[in-house]
T-cell receptor, first 112, second 114 residues
C-alpha cells in the first residue's frame, strides 16, 4: 500500500547546528505537508508544498518538494531549543485525498 | 482561524466504563473530521474518518463497535470508547479539514484506563 517514509527517526543536535529530515513517498503526491508536534502537544500544521521542485522558507526553516513529487525535506538552520519536537510529513491518500498518509516522524532534540 | 477544541484533555476511568471525547471546530464548519490514536513517541494512527450526517469510515483493524463515532453537526464529532480496558489507554487526537486536505488538530485527550 501507499507509504510515506521519513528519516532519521531521531536526531540530537547541539544548539546552533543545522538539522534536516527527509520524507519519501512510495507514490507521486499532489502535495506534501509538514507538521510539528511539541512534546506533550498536538501536531500543528507548518506548510504545504504543491508544485514540483517547490522551495518555501519560514524564517530558519526551508522546505523542499522534489521534482518527481515523491520526496521532500525540511531543513532547519541554526537550531534553537524552541525547535525541539517531532516533525511529521504527510501526503494525501491516493484513494481518498481528504485522508493523509503520515510519515513516522523525526524527533529532534536540541542540546543547549 | 481553524481552531479545533477537544474535551476532556485528560480522563482516568475504571476498566469496563465508557468514555466520550468531544471534538469541536470553533470557527469553521467541518464536514469531515478525523480521529487518531497516538502511542508514546510514535506516529499518528488514523482510526476513522468522521463524516457529518453519515456513518464514520473506520480504518482496517479498528473495531467500530468499540470506538463509536458520531458527527451530528458541522462543528462537533464525538468518539466514545466503550467498555474501556487498560490497552485502550492512549492519546486520542481529532483533526478537521478547513479546506482541501490540510488538517487542524485538537489538543488531544489522554485516556488512562485503570
Amino acid at each position: 500500500g501507499q507509504q510515506v517514509m521519513q528519516i532519521p527517526q531521531y536526531q540530537h543536535v547541539q544548539e546552533g547546528e543545522d538539522f534536516t529530515t527527509y520524507c519519501n513517498s512510495s507514490t507521486t503526491l499532489s502535495n506534501i505537508q509538514w507538521y510539528k508536534q511539541r512534546p506533550g502537544g498536538h501536531p500543528v500544521f507548518l506548510i504545504q508544498l504543491v508544485k514540483s521542485g517547490e522551495v518555501k522558507k519560514q524564517k530558519r526553516l526551508t522546505f523542499q518538494f522534489g521534482e518527481a513529487k515523491k520526496n521532500s525535506s525540511l531543513h532547519i538552520t541554526a537550531t534553537q531549543t524552541t525547535d525541539v519536537g517531532t516533525y511529521f510529513c504527510a501526503g494525501p491518500n491516493a484513494g481518498n485525498n481528504r485522508k493523509l498518509i503520515w510519515g513516522l516522524g523525526t524527533s529532534l532534540a536540541v542540546n543547549p | 482561524g481553524a481552531v479545533v477544541s477537544q474535551h476532556p484533555s485528560r480522563v482516568i476511568c475504571k476498566s469496563g466504563t465508557s468514555v466520550k471525547i468531544e471534538c469541536r471546530s470553533l470557527d469553521f464548519q467541518a464536514t469531515t473530521m478525523f480521529w487518531y490514536r497516538q502511542f508514546p513517541k510514535k506516529s499518528l494512527m488514523l482510526m476513522a474518518t468522521s463524516n457529518e450526517g453519515s456513518k464514520a469510515t473506520y480504518e482496517q483493524g479498528v473495531e467500530k463497535d468499540k470506538f463509536l463515532i458520531n458527527h451530528a453537526s458541522l462543528t462537533l464529532s464525538t468518539l466514545t470508547v466503550t467498555s474501556a480496558h487498560p490497552e485502550d489507554s492512549s492519546f486520542y487526537i481529532c483533526s478537521a479539514s478547513l479546506r482541501g486536505d490540510t488538517q487542524y488538530f485538537g489538543p488531544g485527550t489522554r485516556l488512562t484506563v485503570l
